[in-house]
Nanobody, 127 residues
Framework: QVQLVESGGGSVQAGGSLRLSCAAS????????MGWFRQAPGKEREAVAG????????YYGNSFKGRFTLSQNNAKNTLYLQMNSLEPEDTAMYYC????????????????????WGQGTQVTVSS
């Protein structure tokens, strides 16, 4: 059974940094794409960053380029999101998600294409 477990969230002041982690277990070698998403109260889930596992190519939503960095460990079973220059608008629940091989439609940002989701980790940025 696949599990995605996020950690690293917390409360920081504006301008601060956090590093989120997502540990994958189960059939993680079936993943071809993983991503970080976030959702603030009353808002839709938003794509933050994504990575194609085999190539290691990373992609970012426009609001996050230059501030956030996505990476994976050598075993390709842990995903990281380094978040710098955090702003109050970054306050949200952050989720890790994974897509399995077989469905290659849509882009890394396509929420509906992800097969597995973690429980989320809360990030709160105060001004």
């Amino acid at each position: 059974q696949v599990q995605l477990v996020e950690s690293g969230g917390g409360s920081v002041q504006a301008g601060g940094s956090l590093r989120l982690s997502c540990a994958a277990s189960g059939y993680s070698d079936s993943f071809y794409c993983m991503g970080w998403f976030r959702q603030a109260p009353g808002k839709e889930r938003e794509a933050v960053a994504g990575i194609y596992i085999s190539s290691g190519n990373t992609y970012y939503g426009n609001s996050f380029k230059g501030r956030f960095t996505l990476s994976q460990n050598n075993a390709k079973n842990t995903l990281y999101l380094q978040m710098n220059s955090l702003e109050p608008e970054d306050t949200a629940m952050y989720y890790c998600a994974a897509r399995v091989r077989g469905d290659y439609s849509g882009g890394w940002y396509d929420v509906s294409r992800y097969n597995y989701w973690g429980q989320g980790t809360q990030v709160t940025v105060s001004s």
